[in-house]
């Protein structure tokens, strides 16, 4: 049976000041949140927990007036920030204070880079490193709820009491294979890439607006920016408002006049009651915009499938990271491989050089699809009852193809 973990219940203002105090010289604080998120705008935060050097603590975030100041204190300290798979605690902490923490170290993020799958779960990583067992069973809890049992907060307190000792030797492996850097180049891009997702219009991932013109790309970034800020007025989730296939298919029609949306199958019952109106402005102001204010077509991607190339070159990756202890899923999908091989070949005009040949990544594959193109490298089976059965082998003589 697992030792049942002590902490302290944080439910007051007063008593979360007087933990961050005491805990201002931390040099390691480990944290995760529960939180609702079915149907919202935005996940409702529901508790955190906190690990540092000397306590651990679960603040109850739904009695405590207001948890800012445990962001504040969060980027403001010189800790080491330990979380597993932080999208969401990264905003939660973001959208409070507009900062980002400083030293954040993502378990999860960091484990690809020591050759552990990608994404890794907590309870895999705490049993593949540590030799632990993290109990389960509370996934379908409803955080909201109050009072919470003592088997809801100890599930709780599990995802991290083991943060630190996880950091400890992730850091370690990272260190022994210099890659270090690489880590925090990767988390730092990933950070900048939450931060812009949640500052600037993405009406650009509406699905199905490739082939649609100027004008009616207008249309959709109206439409877009009218389904947010309906979206959030109601806290309910943006594509329950207005679907996207709607959206794409309001844009194609072009008219602003109410009646005509009618006419569109289906609209009266997939779209939230009462919007019409500020649907009908939302195509009126895209309409009346100048041609230079239209937003610029979006390219199309191009069939890359480069048949049993493509295959091939996505097996030579895999086979190099898991020589070369990293998660391929980390490096790159097999649609950057084919995207890296058909610009390599001329096939592929693109504004910036793809992912695989910038950064960290051109460490472990730059010059590969290069070897594999001009015949330089082979891959071979080697032991086949091994876990990684195919191995690369550099060739001595080799004709220059490209």
Not at 3 to 17: D, G, K, P, R, V
Not at 32 to 39: I, K, L, Y
Not at 84 to 99: D, G, N, P, S, T
Not at 240 to 256: F, M, Q, T
Request: charged share 25%; net charge neutral.
């Amino acid at each position: 049976m697992t030792e049942e973990i002590s902490y302290q219940s944080i439910t007051t203002s007063n008593e979360l000041t007087s933990f961050c105090k005491r805990n201002q010289g931390s040099k390691y604080v480990g944290f995760d949140t529960e939180f609702v998120s079915e149907n919202r705008y935005r996940p409702e935060l529901c508790l955190v927990q906190v690990a540092t050097d000397s306590e651990i603590a679960i603040i109850d975030t739904l009695a405590v007036e207001n948890v800012n100041e445990f962001w504040d204190w969060l980027v403001e300290g010189s800790q080491i920030t330990v979380v597993h798979a932080a999208r969401e605690e990264f905003l939660f902490c973001f959208r409070a204070c507009q900062k980002q923490p400083k030293k954040l170290f993502d378990v999860q993020l960091a484990a690809a880079f020591v050759g552990l799958d990608y994404p890794a779960s907590y309870s895999n990583l705490v049993s593949q490193l540590l030799g632990s067992y993290v109990a389960k069973g509370e996934t379908r809890t409803d955080w909201r709820r109050r009072p919470l049992t003592d088997r809801q907060m100890q599930y709780a307190l599990f995802d991290v009491v083991h943060l630190r000792d996880l950091y400890k030797v992730i850091e370690g492996h990272l260190k022994r294979l210099k890659r270090l850097a690489w880590y925090i180049d990767e988390v730092d891009l990933w950070m900048e890439e939450l931060v812009k997702m949640e500052t600037e219009p993405q009406w650009q991932r509406v699905s199905g607006i490739t082939s649609l013109n100027p004008r009616e790309l207008a249309i959709v970034r109206e439409l877009w920016i009218c389904r947010d800020i309906e979206a959030a007025r109601r806290n309910r989730s943006a594509k329950r408002v207005i679907p996207d296939d709607l959206i794409v298919e309001l844009a194609k029609r072009g008219s602003s006049s109410i009646g005509s949306f009618k006419a569109i199958r289906g609209f009266e019952n997939r779209v939230t009651r009462g919007i019409s109106s500020e649907i009908s402005e939302a195509i009126e102001k895209a309409n009346g915009l100048a041609k230079t204010e239209l937003p610029k077509k979006l390219p199309r991607g191009k069939s890359m499938n480069l048949g049993l190339l493509g295959q091939f070159l996505s097996t030579a990756l895999t086979v190099v990271c898991r020589d070369q202890q990293i998660s391929p899923a980390i490096v790159g999908t097999a649609s950057d491989v084919r995207k890296m091989a058909a610009w390599r070949l001329g096939l592929l005009k693109m504004d910036q050089p793809p992912s695989l040949v910038q950064g960290w990544r051109a460490e472990i594959v730059g010059q590969l699809i290069d070897q594999v193109l001009n015949g330089s490298i082979a891959i071979r089976v080697g032991d086949p009852k091994s876990d990684t059965p195919l191995v690369i082998e550099y060739l001595s003589e080799t004709p220059n193809r490209l």
